[in-house]
């Protein structure tokens, strides 16, 4: 049976082993495992998930959209993508 734990970053269930978590990709790191090499991959802007978690998504989108300068319905797709993965939908 693999192990699972909670992001320290976001809560989201993670199984042993895996390097960054799948919601928010903040690196991880396990007991007796090398170093997790840089990851590429932008993390989630700090208070979209914190905001999404408190039910006021429109401003998790807001953050979003002003943090990374995409467009409003991308950071729309983004943050309802991110609650169904969070499991707040």
């Known amino acids: 049976m693999v192990s699972v734990i909670s992001c320290p970053s976001c809560g989201a269930p993670v199984p042993h082993g895996v390097a960054a978590c799948p919601y928010c990709r903040v690196a991880l790191s396990w007991p007796g495992a090398p170093p997790p090499a840089k990851l590429e991959i932008p993390a ?24 990374t300068k995409c467009g409003l319905a991308e950071a729309k797709r983004f943050v309802d993508d991110l609650e169904r993965k969070l499991g707040i939908a």
């Open 44 to 67: 989630v802007p700090e208070g979209v998930v914190e905001h999404l978690r408190g039910g006021n998504k429109i401003l998790a989108i807001k953050i979003y959209h002003e943090a």
